[in-house]
Each structure stands twice: as C-alpha cells, then as structure tokens.
C-alpha cells in the first residue's frame, strides 16, 4: 500500500513522523492520543504503507463491535473504498474480506482465538491494540500472547498499544522497554456543570431533566450516558413525551442494539435537525458522533462483577471511574466547543476511582485459564500488566478440573481440547457440547446465543419465552445470529464424547431450555423460598428474586442464567423451570442424601427426615423412624435447652422441689446447686440426657423420673437436710398438713 496524504488533516498527523520512526527502529510502541486526536482511523493507514509492513496485513483491535465497524467504515470512507476491500472487518456475526485487504478490524475477543490458534501469525505484519485503556481481559490476555510471540517466534512483528488515559510507563516496560509517542490533539475547550442528583429517586427523570434543560439553552446534539437499556427506554418514554420539536430525534445506542440500530444512532443528524443519542459506556470512547456537543453524564455504568467465593458473576451498577467520566465529556469537544453537564456534585469527582478497574482483577477467569492451558503455560509466566488474583485462578481451575477441561495436574485434556473450539465460556461450550451428543445441539446452541448476546429474543425472564422471541425475530442481527447457531451446533457435534456421570447428566438435558441450562449452572438451580412470593435460594447459597407477577415466581424450582444486583438483593435476569427428576438426573452427582434428627419444637418430639441437598438447596425429604438411642436422648435436651425447659412434665411438687432447693441457696450460698429455668436450660445436656435415654418425645419422659433427674443434681449429703430443713408441708396444730410455698 503505498504512502499518500490523507484528508482531513487530523491533529494524529502531527505524531506520525516518530510514531514511523519508533516502529522502524524498534518492534514496539506506544502511542497516547486525546480523543477525537484521529488515532484510530488514521495510524493503521500511515502503517500500511510502512517498508516493513509491505505485502502483509495490519491487524487493529478494537473493544466492541460497533466500534470496530465504525474504524473500518471510516477508513474505506478516507480510501474511497467499500468495507472488504483494504479495509477489512472481521467479526463474531461474520468479516468481509478479500484478497486485496491490507488491513483487518477485528475485534478484542477475535484476535486472541486467532492469535491462539496460529502463534505465528503468519502475514501479519502488526498488531495495533487501540483504547487499550479499557484493559479488558481479552486485551491484556491478546498483548500478553502477542508479547511472548514477538520475543520467541516473529522478532519483526510489531506492536503498538494506543490509548487516550493511560500510564503509558508501565506498558511500555512492558513491551521491553518500547518507544513513547504522545499527541496533543486537537481537542475543543468543554465548560463543566455539576447539576447534582438525588440517590433516592430514580435517575431517569433526572436525566430527562438535565437534557430539556440542555436542548433549550444550547444548540447542538446530545449525548447522554446512562447505565443500561432498562434506563434508556425509560428516559427515552419520558423525553418522548417532552420533546415535542419535530427536529429533534431520539434514539438509543447500546450493545443489545442490532448493527443497523447502532449505525443509525452514531449517524450525523441531516442538517437543520438535532438528536439526542441515549448511550450507555458503548459510546465513552473509540466513536465520534458527529454534531455532539452537549454531553449529559449519568456517571454510573453496569460493569458484570465475578464472587470467586460462589462462582458467580453479576451485573452491578457503579459509579464511573474518573478516566470515564474524562472520556465522556470528551465527546462533546470533537468538533466544537462544547458542555458537559453532570449529574453528581463537584466534590464527588475526588473521591472517584481513578481508573476502571482491569477485568481480570474482577472477572471469571475459566476462559482465561483454558486458554492459558492450551497455549502451554501459566499466569505468572506470561506479560501481565497486573497478576489476576490467586483466588480466582483457584476458582477457574477447580471449575474446569469438574468440567472435565483440565485434569488433575491442571493440564488440558482432549475434552478441553473440544470446549476450547467453541466460541464459548468454557460452561455454556461444556452444555453445548453434551447437549449436542444427545442430539439436541440446536436447542443447547440457541440457550448459548441468547446468555452471550445481550437483546437477542428481547428481555422476557423466561428462556422459554426468549428463545421464541429469538426464532421469530426478523432482523438481521438475529438472521445472522441463527446462523451462528447452527455452526456451533454442528461444531458441538464432532470431537471426543464424554463418558460416565457427565454423559448421564446429558442424557437428561433434553426435556426443556432448564434443564439444559442447569448443565452450564447447576450451583445456580434455585428453589422458592415461598410459594408465588419471588423469593429463591440458589444452591450457592444466595437469594435472589423475580418478580412476583411473573409465572415464574409460582414455580418450586428454577435453573437461573442471568442474575443482576449485590450479593444480597440479586433479581433474575433469565431462567426457566425445571423440575424435580430433571435436577436429579443432571445433578446427580452432587446431590448429598443425610438422615437428620431434629427436635420439633411444637410436639417437643424428634422428627426423623431423610434429607437430599443440592448445595444449600433441600430437594427433597421424607420421614423416617428415630432410634431411641443415646444420640435421640442428647437431640431432645438440647432441643429444650434451646427452646425452654416449659415443656418438661412439670407438676406443683416438681416446681415446689426447684423452689426447696432454691430457699437453701439463698441461705447458705453455693453449696446448694442452682435450679433455676436458666440454669437448668444451659446444663441440660448434663442432668437431662440420661433421663431422656430410650424415649424419642418429652411426653415419654415421666413425673418420677423428672424428680430421680432433679434430685440428682444435690449431692448426697444435702438431700437429707433437704428433707429436714426446707419439708414439703407444714403441720398446723389443727392437725392440718399444709404445703409450703417456697417462692413467696
């Protein structure tokens, strides 16, 4: 590709010149830009045409897939060219690609399956790792693999990592010592207003607030930051009602959106018309909407958190770091002067977070440590800006030790070999492919498509629901995601089965979406806490709801997918039913039966259960006969030590007897033992339980041997002064007996 100038100029042009010099020198780079500085959609081009770079493709990463369509789009755009032409795109949904492509547009999670799958990388020329600041796991996994490539294999491959807010200092010791570049931009003064935001009520009316506040005192477009779909409809629906210029749109940008959606969203407005683009963090860096000059910042984003403690990962809502909120209110000075107007007070940007915190300190590391098991080596060996955390590495290798992925000295089996050929988390590519051997590899590969594409089939909570809305769906996104569906069942269907309980498990999978489901989670099967309330139990031991309308909320088990929220107030994103003999024939091996005794507080009798868990879940129970043995005996006197000594057999010479003892207490002190209900309640276990010997219910206990029990406790010398000096009765001269009362 030969060397020519560009149109516009971008403030990028000016960098290029040691940028070129950096990478013919040496084999590494950094290169730190501002956004809208033209890094992007420039360098690649520049690269291109580099001697080094003749005859071989240059291969840019993007994070998301809107923003790799968008660089590609635009660079064919500068070349007068079609996307599939030098500009290529390849993608998860498909590429398009020719023979005269020089430069690819691939996204993270692309290029680190390439780059395992040929550590060579023959004809590729370089590697541009671009927004690197994002620090996702495929990025710092990609660059780590990328490194080791250029030092034991492709000494000419060259890397450079781009970055609008990043410590460019570490990535380049990194990369060996590498080459600093840094560009100024071009970037246009941006006034900050801080509106504040109430954290009690809803930041939809907020926002709607802020942007008809914003449309009526500045001119331009808006881009507003919010953290997830559920709020952009929602302000969408209020704004929609408050916005009634019929030159300004609306719409929405986020992930879920199909690819026609989110080009319409990122389009110019035609001239003479405004929009307001509701975005969630999709649109915080790598795009330039054109027309933006108002940015409206929520300063919250949904970020999926993993708890190596359950294994489970959840959607959480947290505040923006300041880098974010940096990024963001760099979108409104692209083209002009511009405003960011923030919904949080001034003080609270101090105490932001400085940076995102890097995937792998906070995600599941199961793919990771597969991938890493494959390529033949371990975390510690490898370029890692920052170490994931011991136990999360402990959580994914225990995961894929009982996946069957690796084997006891955590190396890869042929199993993991197969998994590892899906596109897939290694649980959902575990469920497909037993799913698959049973001959119902479509259905496990339609379960996995709609867990890994936020949007397909719509939001329903009932997999049942969404899998029709997925199969009914008529745009292309979904066309081309059906298409995926049946290659990855027909992927699922070749390699090496698997035997023993994980077949068994399989050959259960095909009675409903659940019970496929519960392949890929089981520790996430929960039970109702109580019937039709929406409240469950999981097998991991945490709570979580759905919500009571929904038929779901009336079922006794669910197998759970998606779940969003803290530890403590969890709501179920996705699941679907599944019964009792489904859990039990995929579950089998990991249900636990035990025969417990417990004490019943209402019949102060011992009940006898045969009890089946699955983790925290009791599955099932059935009444079983209690031995009257020593265990039963101790089982009753703690049962009322714990609940009361009331329902022993007492009668008024039993409590007159307690009371006897407890007059001479008080005379003499402690030479007299003390009988009281406390007393008597916290040393049960010692005077009770051989009372209690042969019987399974207080009821079987009698007066007499109560009073044998108490009297055991005053020593043989005092029962005869009991008797003498504390009587039961008085005899009056009338020649009355009377009982005294020892408590007045």
Not at 68 to 89: W, Y
Request: proline share 6%; glycine share 8%; with cysteine.
């Amino acid at each position: 590709m030969p060397m020519q100038s560009f149109d516009p100029p971008l403030p990028i042009d000016r960098a290029l010149p040691d940028l070129r010099a950096a990478l013919r020198e040496g084999s590494s780079a950094v290169l730190t830009a501002p956004p809208g500085a033209g890094k992007t959609t420039r360098v690649p081009l520049v690269l291109a045409a580099e001697p080094w770079a003749a005859a071989k493709k240059i291969l840019l990463l993007e994070p998301r897939r809107l923003a790799a369509r968008a660089a590609a789009a635009r660079m064919a755009a500068t070349l007068r060219e079609q996307v599939g032409d030098t500009l290529g795109l390849r993608l998860r949904f498909g590429s398009k690609l020719s023979r005269l492509t020089r430069i690819e547009v691939v996204t993270e999670g692309v290029f680190t399956r390439l780059i395992l799958e040929d550590p060579s990388l023959e004809g590729i020329a370089a590697v541009l790792f671009d927004e690197f600041h994002e620090r996702s796991l495929d990025a710092d996994l990609g660059l780590a693999l990328a490194v080791e490539v250029q030092r034991e294999l492709r000494q000419d491959l060259k890397l450079l990592v781009m970055s609008a807010t990043l410590d460019g200092g570490r990535v380049a010791e990194l990369l060996g010592g590498a080459s600093r570049i840094e560009s100024r931009g071009r970037a246009f003064p941006v006034g900050t207003r801080y509106l504040g935001r109430d954290a009690r009520q809803k930041i939809e009316p907020q926002m709607a607030d802020a942007i008809t506040a914003a449309l009526r005192t500045e001119h331009g477009s808006v881009l507003a930051f919010l953290p997830g779909a559920g709020e952009i409809r929602r302000t969408e629906a209020l704004l929609a009602e408050r916005v009634r210029d019929p030159a300004v749109s609306i719409v929405p940008l986020y992930g879920a959106l199909d690819a026609d959606t989110q080009d319409r969203a990122i389009a110019p407005a035609p001239p003479g018309r405004r929009k307001i683009v509701l975005a969630t963090s999709i649109a915080e860096s790598s795009l330039t909407i054109q027309g933006v000059r108002i940015v409206v910042d929520g300063g919250l984003a949904r970020v999926p958190r993993y708890e190596p403690g359950v294994g489970l990962t959840r959607l959480v809502t947290v505040r923006v770091s300041r880098a974010s909120a940096d990024q963001r209110r760099g979108r409104a000075g692209r083209e002009e002067p511009g405003v960011c107007l923030r919904l949080w007070d001034a003080p609270q940007t101090a105490s932001l977070e400085p940076h995102n915190k890097p995937e792998i300190l906070v995600a599941d590391l199961s793919a990771f440590v597969l991938d890493l098991a494959f390529w033949g080596s371990d975390a510690d060996r490898l370029a890692l800006l920052d170490p994931p955390p011991k136990p999360s590495l402990d959580q994914a290798r225990e995961l894929l030790r009982e996946l069957g992925a690796l084997d006891g000295e955590n190396r890869i089996t042929e199993w993991g070999r197969r998994l590892r050929k899906l596109p897939l988390p290694p649980r959902l590519a575990h469920m497909l492919a037993l799913a698959a051997e049973q001959g119902v590899g479509l259905l496990g590969a339609e379960i996995a498509m709609v867990l890994t594409e936020r949007g397909l089939g719509g939001d329903a909570v009932d997999l049942s629901h969404r899998l029709e809305a997925f199969r009914r769906e008529r745009s292309r996104r979904a066309a081309d995601a059906r298409g995926m569906v049946r290659r990855w069942a027909a992927a699922a269907g070749s390699g090496p089965q698997r035997s023993g309980r994980a077949a068994a498990r399989a050959a259960h999978a095909d009675r409903s979406p659940g019970a496929i489901l519960a392949i890929a989670y089981p520790d996430r099967i929960a039970k109702s806490r109580a019937p039709g309330g929406g409240a469950f139990l999981l097998a991991n031991g945490r709570g979580a709801r759905v919500d009571p309308a929904l038929p779901l909320a009336r079922e006794l088990f669910l197998a759970v997918g998606e779940l969003a929220g803290s530890a403590t107030q969890s709501r179920i994103l996705l699941a679907a039913l599944i019964t009792l003999a489904e859990i039990e024939g995929i579950c089998g091996d990991r249900i636990e039966a035990r025969d417990e005794v417990t004490f019943d507080r209402a019949t102060a009798a011992l009940r006898g259960r045969r009890i089946r868990r699955l983790g925290a879940l009791v599955i099932s129970e059935q009444p079983i006969p209690v031995e009257p043995d020593a265990h039963a005996a101790q089982t009753i006197a703690q049962g009322l030590a714990r609940f009361g000594i009331e329902r022993l057999p007492w009668t008024s010479a039993l409590r007159q007897l307690v009371d006897r003892v407890a007059f001479l207490r008080r005379l003499e002190g402690d030479r007299w033992p003390e009988l009281s209900d406390r007393a008597l309640a916290s040393d049960a276990l010692d005077w009770l339980a051989p009372a209690l010997a042969g019987k399974t219910a207080v009821s079987e206990l009698s007066e007499r041997e109560l009073a044998d029990a108490l009297l055991g406790l005053v020593p043989w010398d005092l029962r005869r002064r009991l008797e003498a000096e504390a009587p039961t009765h008085f005899s009056a001269p009338s020649g009355s007996r009377l009982p005294i009362d020892y408590a007045a």
